[in-house]
């Protein structure tokens, strides 16, 4: 009956050799580029390594293991170096940026308030992602300041959509002012109404 | 016994979600309170400490395994037999014959099962290649099953299961693989029970995976649930690392993978959806 009939040896899957961190993030093969930098979080240089490697690296798998080691550094730093990436027109970097930001929230958080005034409506609309994963009363104040002076009603919706689950009842005007500001959006209104419900539910 | 303990202010609630995060990747909120008190309770009383903070100094000091005792207190370790089968159909009508494609009989087929829980995944995973993969004999199948909690490690290596756990077994696999000992509780076969290996693996510590080896399948489900952003990420790092390339890994239904990360393939089969390390790296 037993499934094995011999003892199995199995392959470990590889770890970085000797070499630098930094001599396999920038002239390794593909394998061991993932590796340097899936160790690099322990390395002390690693933030500037990170950043280095991740404006030259073209292979996803290894971009995400970058953006993930900056994750788990989540410094004020590592998030710094995340967040062009966010700008990026490649739709895969855009959302692994985002991503990652949102796996670093308190690092992240730290630089909310000028992404969420960037001149970029895009970066706007992400950073409202951003706010998702930061602790509802924060998050909910800088939404509800957002949508009081935003004029791109597709940044608004955003922050609305995130406001439905972290706002609180000091959202509320502010999303009564955004309705008043857009009186010929439907979409807006409806939206906002479905938060004002969700919030005064709670 | 524990309402004699003292009570646990938000402060030190915070700083002990803090250490579990950091220990398991399991995320425990202000929601989870009483899910956490009650067992950092029960064990504040079991090591005779005074207070929180002098159960936590306990704690952080790494004496007598007291981390591995909390870390058991809070896995959830239900489960049964030949839960989920549609995926064990998958295994046995598409997965295993992919992975078999590139193998030659003889050849090697290693399935991780993690967590494993008490064993009731691995065993099913052995128990249902026999009965249902006709390949069975011709290849050298490794099934390891693996769990942050060394008690629950400890019983699936011992291989006594309760009604409950057996419910979706026929009487005839369990007197095939089975035999009873006595109050309604059955233990595997030994020849069965030698054929899964167990080891205590932390999903989110990257030399703790890699120990294990890489494997053609992985069943790892409803664990991922438990983490949070940037564990999910690692785990799911570690998870592709210990794959072969083409392997497949299996979640729980109500998880994806294309969630947590771009790293895999997403396959669809007539009995489930499951995931794959990409064969060719893609650029």
Redesign the interface.
Known sequence: MPLIRKPSSPVESPAPDGRAISELLATGSDDERWNAARSAPMHPDAVPLLAAALSRERVERVREAIFTALAKIGSSESAAVTLPYIRSDDAAQRTAALDALRAMPAAAAEHLPQLLEDADADVRLLACEIARAMPGDDASLLLANLIAREGNPNVCAAAIEVLTETGNVASLPSLAHCAARFPDDPFLAFAIKVAGDRIGSR | MADAAPQITEDEFRRLADFLYRRTGMVFTEAKRYYVERRILDRIVATSSQSFAAYFAYLRSGLRDEVEHLINAFTVNETYFYREDHQLACLSADLLKERVATKKPGD?I?IWSIPCSTGEEPYSI?IW??ENWKD?DAY????VGSDIDTRVLDAAMEGVFGKRALMRLSSELIGRYFHELDDERWQI?D??R??VRFSRVNLIE?KE??????FDVIFCRNVLIYF???S???AA?NL???LLPGGFICLGHTESMSRI???FEVCRYSGAIVYRRPQE???
């Open positions: 090697a290693r052995a290649l026999l069975v050298d199948i490794e099934i076969l020849d069965l030698q054929s990257t995976t890699r120990a294990q080896g890489r949070d952003d940037e999910r990420r690692i790092e592709y690392d210990s990360s771009p790293l790296l893609r650029a």
